[in-house]
């Protein structure tokens, strides 16, 4: 006897039982089910790459109200949308970032530039503005302060303010003019002076550190970086460096990280342990570097630039950056980040605040588990098919402005002929005599203490 | 300052607090001996520790019996933990992939013999019908059509058919349920049929191009550029409709996007015979002269060109159950091979069909080869016929069955079934052949219970997930793959050190030149230094020999090289070089001279060890 059997698909195994029931799935995972497995994944990293790009709509909207170019920006702490603005006509406003309204503005706060804002951090909360015209002024912030317009105090300084910033938990405030002044909000003169003892320069920029917040770094004309503590009232180091530093910024998880942004076109990262390289390098901006700011998680950063972009970057990551512009946007004066992280505020020349996301083709509003899921699997593919050629093309490629673009090419051919230039040289003088420096050697000139 | 730097290694400080303690209580109490041998529990991870973990239920308890390769020699140790993770996830998926086989619900069909003298091939089908429930028995049917032999195509989830009558009658239906989707009277040669995506469209090889219709039997498109078709494929991850008539032109049409993609001359002549390869797209044609050529969309030449019979071939199939590595073909020489296609230096195996009549052949998703010839279909069983084997003998039948209605025009496997069916004069028969049928489908390939909903979800899925045809080659596994190193590289080791790639643009010129292959590098072939201990004789074999294989001029890349050099510069290169032209020029002078007798050749002596060699 032969004992035969047929194959027989039983259809109540693969139908729903009730009407409106799923459709039972059924699995075979043996590979040879699947032909083709790589080959169509690829073409889907492929569709998610192109599609990453295609949602990649990072404007959010722009913030009118000043009449020229919006000099500084200050996140409100404790706060997810509140944002303070002064600019150059001497105006000073305070934005509502999901009404996108005014909460006030003061439209004389200071005669001439408005150069540094903080908040300061005690009960009521009240804005702290400085400027060129030698005073700091105190503001309450509500809504009498808009039909006012007049501070609460005045604290008036010897010379023109570049800059200031407040301890992160004592009333106390820091300001740069030509030294680094600290200030008790409740006294009308300045409690300490704190200068490296050799200088006569001018101190541009000043920032509290967030977790060791007695420390405080400043910036100089004459090309400095420089330490202070404020227990001991001294300058601690100083760093004199290739060129000038526009702004600086602590990264608010790692208290050691520095981030400077350049003249020289670059941001550096420094470890205050190790003052001598910069940790990191990162170049992607065709001009100066006029600001940045990290964001509250301490793996990116914003810096916005005379090129007149914005770029965000991933801390470590030194080049290719994330790349934001728009053809009205003018040299970006100041930029930070939302304090959830998730957007990014630039102040530029042409008088406007204006909101980016900041992953450009995130999606805002409510997003399905469906949706996120299947954001989740595109990003996987992404990562996983990134080095796939076609892939990475797509994921890289940023359309920049043609004067970006045209800078871009020129400063490339510049630095080859200047390597190729190098190494000619070196190979005609005598075997080891001259040796390659370090890209990283070449930005600190000297380390004083 | 000093605080600050203090406070971020707070970690190291903790630490050092503890050392101190552990001094401060070993000098205290002598008798209590750390163990300084073990390692020091780190704080930080047994702060987090009891919240991080997973909890004991969900943590893998595989085994990793083989980790994957050590990347002990790869100094970077972001790149290190990133391939050691990678390999070990690669490990434990495979492991689970294992383990999924257990969920496999369904069995596959087949017939085993109990007794010693039993055969399976001596079951009739009247005996599994009657042995099988009626709701398997379904599948065996007689269909009597008139207008001529009938060619068949099932869709890719097995629940649909297509049939074509070579008078022109066209119809597609639902087997199982009997629904019919369109039935047609063309009233023209027709000569194949096949669904696309899915059962919704179909084209059909009419007598003076392709026609493609939709489920309903609507006219949606005469595709003109398809002149005189014979065979119809289509290839369901590319979305490519390939033809082949009587031009002898293999012509491509991409059916997403509508365009001619390209049209391949065979220079072969009418063909007849066509097969896809599922795992790799690649067509199989199989010509008049014998010849059996393989093809992509991307060569404009077969990728294989292959002399499989003394005739014309007349039937190409491709075993998908291996991967596609088993071709058999049938040509009118009376001859059926099964070929190896990773090598093709003969046939696996080989035998000669009895009867006259072209064979027909298909193979079944479990490997079984159905050879239909004669009036008669036998089917063999997949380890026999894939096996080498010397003698031409047939290979062990598993089942045959009789058909009397010649010829027999085409046979197909349904997908996910034990029915073959044999299109043939008089209609239609579906035999159940036990076994021939994959179990298992993976309902998010191919489903063939899925409703309306699911089918148009499926059809957007696959379109988006549509490979490019110049991905189509031989080898499909080339995608996500690292590519072989290239012969032309700018890879260089300095005195010991790591091979190091220097850029293109960076080499100097002479290097430059041997990467692009363009150095003229024939001086440095004939180097003597390596044949320090070879005789006289087999030197002058092999200067005889170089001098033959010679056409024209004798090194004249060595005496360019001197003419390019400057004459006042005194280079040692150039110098040598010289040194060696004028004592070939000796040698050569020395040889003729022998040659016409004016000076006598010399007795070779002992003393010849101690002369200056050459």
């Known amino acids: 006897m032969v004992k035969i059997s047929v194959l027989q698909h039983d259809p109540s195994v693969h139908l729903p039982v009730r009407p409106g029931d799923p459709t039972p799935v059924s699995r075979n995972l043996n590979p040879l089910m699947h032909p083709f497995a790589k080959a169509r994944e690829r073409t889907r990293a492929l569709n998610a790459a192109k599609m990453d790009r295609m949602f990649a709509k990072p404007f959010v909207d722009a913030l009118e109200g000043h009449v020229d170019a919006v000099e500084v920006l200050c996140r409100r702490p404790g706060s997810l949308t509140n944002i303070a603005s002064g600019s150059w006509d001497g105006g000073v406003i305070m934005h509502n970032l999901s009404t996108r309204s005014q909460i006030f503005n003061i439209s004389q706060a200071h005669k001439g530039k408005v150069s540094g804002l903080c908040f300061s951090n005690g009960e009521g909360e009240r804005l702290l503005s400085c400027g060129v015209d030698r005073n700091i002024n105190l503001w309450a912030i509500n809504e009498e302060t808009s039909t006012t317009q007049k501070p609460l105090t005045v604290f008036p300084g010897k010379t023109a303010f570049n800059s200031m910033d407040h301890h992160r938990t004592d009333p106390l405030f820091a300001t740069a003019s030509n030294t680094v002044q600290i200030w008790d909000e409740t006294k009308s003169a300045p409690i300490s002076n704190l200068s490296f003892p050799t200088s006569t320069e001018t101190i541009t920029s000043v920032r509290f550190n967030m977790s060791e917040s007695s420390i405080l770094a400043s910036l100089g004309t004459d090309r400095t970086f420089t330490l202070y503590d404020i227990r001991t009232g001294k300058a601690e180091r100083r760093v004199v460096m290739q060129m000038q530093s526009n702004a600086l910024a602590w990264s608010p998880t790692f208290p050691t990280t520095i981030l400077l942004a350049s003249e020289d076109h670059n941001l550096y990262t420094f470890d205050i342990r190790h003052l001598a390289t910069p940790t990191q390098i990162y170049k992607a901006h065709v001009a100066a570097v006029m600001s940045c700011d990290w964001s509250p998680t301490g793996t990116e950063f914003v810096s916005g630039g005379w090129d007149r972009t914005v770029r965000i970057w991933q801390e470590g990551k030194g080049h290719a950056p994330e790349v934001y512009h728009t053809k009205r946007m003018q040299r970006v004066s100041s930029s930070i980040y939302s304090a959830d992280a998730r957007f990014v505020m630039t102040g530029s020349d042409d008088g406007n605040v204006r909101i980016w996301k900041a992953k450009a083709s995130e999606k805002l509003g409510v997003v399905t588990a469906r949706e996120r899921a299947s954001i989740e699997y595109r990003d996987s593919l992404k990562e996983r098919w990134k080095v796939d050629k076609e892939v990475d093309r797509v994921a890289r490629t940023r359309h920049l402005p043609k004067s970006v673009h045209q800078t871009a090419k020129l400063k490339r051919e510049m630095l080859d002929a200047r390597r190729v230039k190098e190494e000619r040289r070196r190979k005609h003088t005598r075997v080891g005599e001259e040796k390659p420096k370090p890209e990283r050697k070449k930005t600190v000139l000297v380390e004083q203490t | ?536 004789e087999t030197r002058r074999q092999r200067k005889a020999e170089q001098e033959k294989r010679k056409m024209r001029g004798r090194n004249k890349s060595l005496k360019r090289y001197l003419r390019k050099q400057r004459k006042n510069v005194v280079d040692p290169a150039a110098v040598a070089i010289r040194r060696k032209l004028e004592r070939q020029r000796e040698e050569r002078r020395k040889t003729a001279a022998e040659a016409d007798g004016s000076l006598e050749q010399k007795k070779p002596s002992a003393l010849d060890r101690f002369k200056r060699k050459m």
Request: glycine fraction near 8%; include cysteine.
């Open chain 2, 1 to 536: 300052m000093d605080a600050l730097i203090a406070q971020a290694d707070s970690i190291q400080k903790i630490q050092k607090k503890q050392k101190y303690a552990q001094e401060h209580l070993k000098s205290s109490s002598s008798s209590v001996k750390p163990s300084s041998s073990l390692p020091k529990p780190d704080n930080t991870r047994n702060s987090i520790a009891k919240r991080t973990n997973v909890p004991r239920s969900l943590q893998d308890k595989h085994e990793l019996s083989n980790p994957g390769p050590s990347y002990k020699h790869i100094a970077n140790k972001k790149l290190r933990t990133q391939l050691t993770r990678q390999s070990e996830q690669g490990a434990r998926s495979k492991a689970l992939l294992e383990d999924a086989e257990m969920l496999l619900m369904e069995d596959e069909g087949g017939m085993q013999v109990e007794g010693d003298m039993e055969r399976t091939w001596r079951v009739a089908q009247s005996e599994i019908v009657s042995e099988i429930g009626q709701e398997a028995a379904k599948g065996r049917k007689e269909i009597r059509l008139d207008g001529g032999p009938y060619r068949s195509r099932y869709s890719r989830n097995g629940r649909h058919l297509a049939i074509v009558g070579r008078n022109g009658h066209v119809s597609t239906f639902d087997w199982q349920t009997g629904t019919v989707h369109a039935e047609l009277q063309l009233e023209e040669t027709c000569r194949d049929i096949t669904f696309l995506q899915d059962h919704s469209f179909f084209a059909v090889a009419q007598k003076k191009y392709v026609f493609i219709y939709d489920r309903d039997g609507v006219e949606l498109h005469r595709l003109k550029s398809h002149i005189e078709p014979t065979r119809l494929e289509f290839l369901p991850y590319h979305w490519l409709l390939a033809s082949v008539g009587n031009a002898g032109y293999l012509k491509y049409q991409d059916t997403s996007t509508g365009q001619l993609l390209v049209e391949h001359r065979t220079k072969f002549g009418a063909c007849e015979t066509m097969a896809q390869n599922l795992h790799n797209a690649v067509i199989h044609l199989g010509h008049q002269n014998g010849c059996v050529t393989l093809w992509t969309p991307n060569l404009p030449h077969p990728a294989v060109q292959l002399l499989a019979h003394l005739g014309p071939v007349v039937s190409v199939a491709v075993d998908p159950s291996q991967g596609g590595r088993y071709m058999s073909t049938a040509g009118r020489d009376g001859t059926l091979k099964v070929w190896d296609c990773r090598n093709w230096k003969g046939a696996v195996r080989e035998w000669s069909s009895r009867g006259g009549g072209d064979p027909v052949l298909e193979w079944s998703q479990r490997g079984y080869l159905a050879v239909a010839s004669s009036g008669t279909v036998n089917i063999h069983q997949p380890p026999s016929i894939q096996t080498a084997f010397n003698a031409k003998v047939q290979p062990p039948l598993y089942m045959t069955h009789p058909i009397p209605h010649r010829p027999l025009t085409s046979v197909r496997f349904a997908p996910f079934q034990d029915i073959l069916t044999v299109g043939h004069d008089a209609g239609l028969s579906s035999i159940l052949i036990p076994g021939s049928g994959e179990a298992n489908f993976d309902s998010r390939e191919a489903n063939p219970f899925e409703n309306k909903k699911a089918r148009r979800e499926r059809e957007v899925k696959t379109l988006l997930d549509k490979i490019q045809p110049d991905l189509i080659t031989l080898d499909p596994e080339i995608v996500g793959n690292i590519a072989p190193p290239s012969k032309l590289t700018t890879e260089t080791t300095f005195d010991g050190k790591p091979s190091k790639e220097i850029p293109f643009a960076r080499l100097p010129r002479l290097e430059r030149l041997k990467v692009s292959g363009k150095v003229d590098d024939g001086e440095n072939n004939s180097g003597p230094e390596d044949e320090e201990g070879l005789d006289d």
